[in-house]
């Protein structure tokens, strides 16, 4: 599924996305949250501050331990 392509975008779950606002994806991800705001899909966006790219992973950030954190609540939140 194309981040620009909003056929079948209708009806999916929250999604909530993480990225660094130094990401060289983050234009991406701004794309794709826009096109699921403008389908009536409940996003959330936190946007991590000189993080690098998949600083989740990385153990050592605390910033990795506090995101994941977020994801696991935002998935309990929306999974019942």
Same mark, same amino acid.
């Given at each position: 599924l194309s981040i620009y392509e909003t056929r079948g975008i209708q009806g999916l779950p929250p999604i909530s996305f993480?990225? $660094? $606002?130094? /990401?060289v994806l983050l234009h991406d991800t701004l794309a794709a949250v826009d096109v699921a705001? #403008?389908?009536? *899909? !409940? *996003? $959330? !966006?936190? !946007?991590? /501050? #000189?993080m690098p790219h998949n600083f989740p992973f990385l153990e050592k950030l605390p910033q990795a331990l506090q995101c994941r954190n977020m994801i696991a609540d935002f998935f309990l939140r929306y999974s019942s």
């Open positions: 993480h990225a $660094s $606002s130094t /990401e705001r #403008g389908n009536k *899909v !409940l *996003v $959330s !966006l936190d !946007l991590w /501050e #000189g």
